[in-house]
């Protein structure tokens, strides 16, 4: 069975980081791409970054590119998302998902499996 676990939010001040992990265990072999999204209250689910399962190609949403970096770590089939100079906009649920092959794109339809989110709160 397919299951993505998030841990390592928090409570942090602007302009401090964070790192997020994302287990994955029973990862089938048609996964192609896992990714981070966000939602914050009141807001739909929105996306901050993307790899490719072999770690090649990397993507960002504008508004975390040169803050937020995405990673993997084969070994242990887990992915990061560091997260600097973080800002109070920046509060939000964080989630992990990953995206079968013959999927593309980045809005939250094209992934299949998700995390349960961890929460990540930025203070002013």
């Known amino acids: 069975q397919v299951q993505l676990v998030e841990s390592g939010g928090g409570l942090v001040q602007a302009g401090g980081s964070l790192r997020l992990s994302c287990d994955a265990s029973g990862r089938p072999l048609n996964w192609n791409a896992m990714g981070w999204f966000r939602q914050a209250p009141g807001k739909g689910r929105q996306f901050v970054a993307v790899s490719s399962w072999s770690g090649s190609s990397t993507y960002y949403a504008d508004s975390v590119k040169g803050r937020f970096t995405i990673s993997r770590d084969s070994a242990k089939n887990t992915m990061y998302l560091q997260m600097n100079s973080l800002k109070p906009e920046d509060t939000a649920v964080y989630y992990c998902?990953?995206?079968?092959?013959?999927?593309?794109?980045?809005?939250?339809?094209?992934?299949?499996?998700w995390g349960q989110g961890t929460q990540v709160t930025v203070s002013s």
């Open positions: 998902a990953a995206r079968l092959l013959g999927r593309a794109g980045t809005s939250p339809e094209e992934f299949r499996y």
